[in-house]
């Protein structure tokens, strides 16, 4: 399949006839074949194999021992990155030590992700970690006896077991990525060259690697029976799907008359927003006496709101640490009691002890309210105090 797509891909991308027999050379069914296919979201990390080119030089062409990664997948057409992430895969795998060592396979769909999870010897995968939910290409890998290269996030981190496949350890070391990628890199080379290509070529007299039999059994006993997706699917369900689903209905009501209403609203608090006054603000003085670990903050703030009620708003006050020029790190948030209200007018309150140590600053902001309203980002109206 892939030498005669290769011919296809290539001939139609107008390359000579002699790029094309080189990279089908080294198409051979014995030679290790590492697949990587997914969709070309940056986090997955397709470049990390690359980052060290000379040392992926050595590994793909070492005598007698070849390795051949079959890349495959696309990019969202709005995401650039991702699409110069197949361009930059696609120059390397023409390059003269790469030809036939890296190839890209055009049109990446059901079928030809089903013939590469189970036809390719190691499957790999290297998402930036926490962000892999579930990886699940390497699950219907592991279904067909493919062994994985992995790290150790979404299911590998659930799914693997010793001498069952290869994981690259999920403690994430490095707050800079550039670090951690260097890092992971580095791991990667380290593994084939000492682990995967040596055990696949260890080969005995009659022909095979009894040690890599053992990591496809290991796979196929150890893994595929054990592992399930109970666990993700039950995280989707209970922090998004449901939320979901009850904001729906909520929202759908009779007729839609709940999301009418919402709208309505929401335009009612869009037009008033700007003739928010503040009429006045009791605060305390930081600048006399700090405000820190067992010391009452005690604010009110009184606002004219022409055109809204008090329900239609909330007040919190914002703490971070006072030696920051800029406020980094909230620290503390809570959100004002209404104290007394009239039409267009309302006054927020707060007395809060501060029970963490530290000496704070603080700040306050309005934002609009409504039962209806769960997530503040659906309506992102914000008004600093
Ligand atoms: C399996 C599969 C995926 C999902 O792969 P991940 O490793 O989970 O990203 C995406 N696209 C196709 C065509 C697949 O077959």
Redo the contacts with the bound molecule.
Sequence with gaps: MIREKLKKDLTHRQETPQVILNALKDINENNLIIGFA??FATY?RAHLLFMNLERLDKIVNNPGKPVVFIFSGKAHPNDKAGQDLIKRIIEISKKKEFMGKVIFLEN???I???LL?SSVDIWL?TPTRPLEA?????E?AVMNGVVNFSVLDGWWAEGYKPDAGWAIEEAKTFANQQYQDELDAEIIYQTLENEIVKHYYDLNEQGFSSKWVSFIKNTIAQVAPHFTMQRMLEDYYTKYYDGLFARRNQLYGVDFAPATQLAEWKKKVKQAWDQIVIESLKIPDTSRTPLEFGKKFIAEIQLNIPGLEANDLGAEVLMGNKADEEVKTIKLKQELKVISSEPGKVTFGIEMMIHTTGIYDFTFRLFPKNELLKYRMDFPLVKWI
Excluded: A, I, P, V
């Excluded at 579930?134 to 390497?138: F, K, L, R």
């Design positions: 997914r969709r997955k990446y769909d059901m030809l992700g089903k999870t995968n579930s990886g699940t290409s390497g219907k």
